[in-house]
């Protein structure tokens, strides 16, 4: 069975840096088409809106958001199993939940989330 | 970045009843391999997306065969053959061909 699991910090203050840790389980992310990457969800009145922020392709390649690239970086621990994202800068704009998502050839799979608030 | 419009933003329907939802990307979606990347998600509150359709038409697995999606190009739908109160939620398309990976912006389907 296939899981990811998001941590980090649940608060983070204006202009701080945020770091993610996706942990995954059940597969390897040396392995081909093995692609995982995060998403948020932010309040976008009227509902929440999904945005894809980063992702790193089992061949190493790397894409970001292109409004975000600047305050992004995505990387790989393929001993520990985990895919680590930063985002710099933070705002209270940025508040919401981030997910780590593996997509594979056919696999899509999510992790739970976790809720980040920022505030001062 | 591919804009994804998605029609209604909200749909009550009533159980046992059709329902479909519309989504246009604003650049086509088919890809040089020949594929089309447009999948559909359903998320219920506080649960993760979860994944319905790929590659326009193709059901994850444990997906009930209620649920249908077509289209090619720039156009598509889903469709619920019968809604089932456990269909509630908000759905989202979304296309993985060009990068950024781009979300509509959701379609709440509500029971009457």
């Known amino acids: 069975q296939i899981t990811l699991k998001e941590s980090g910090p649940s608060l983070v203050k204006p202009t701080q840096t945020l770091t993610l840790t996706c942990t995954v389980s059940g597969l390897s992310l040396t392995s081909t088409d093995v692609n995982v990457g995060w998403v948020r969800q932010i309040r976008q009145p009227p509902g929440k809106a999904l945005e894809w922020l980063a992702i790193s392709y089992w061949d190493d390649d790397k894409r970001y958001s292109p409004s975000l690239k600047n305050r992004l970086s995505i990387t790989k621990d393929t001993s520990k199993n985990q895919v680590v994202l930063t985002m710099s800068n933070m705002d209270p704009v940025d508040t919401g939940t981030y997910y780590c998502?593996?997509?594979?050839?056919?696999?899509?799979?999510w992790g739970q989330g976790i809720l980040v608030t920022v505030s001062s | 970045d591919v804009v994804m419009t998605q029609s209604p933003l909200s749909l009550p329907v009533t159980l046992g009843q059709p329902a479909s939802i519309s989504c246009r990307s604003s650049q086509s979606l088919l890809y040089s391999d020949g594929d089309t990347y447009l999948a559909w998600f359903h998320q219920r509150p506080g649960q993760s997306p979860r994944r319905l359709i790929y590659k326009v038409s193709n059901r994850d697995s444990g997906v009930p065969d209620r649920f249908s999606g077509s289209g090619s190009g720039t156009d598509f739908t889903l469709k619920i053959s019968k809604v089932e109160a456990e269909d509630v939620g908000i759905y989202y398309c979304m296309q993985g061909t060009h990068w950024p990976q781009m979300f509509g912006q959701g379609t709440k389907v509500e029971i009457k």
């Open positions: 998502v593996y997509q594979g050839l056919i696999d899509d799979i």
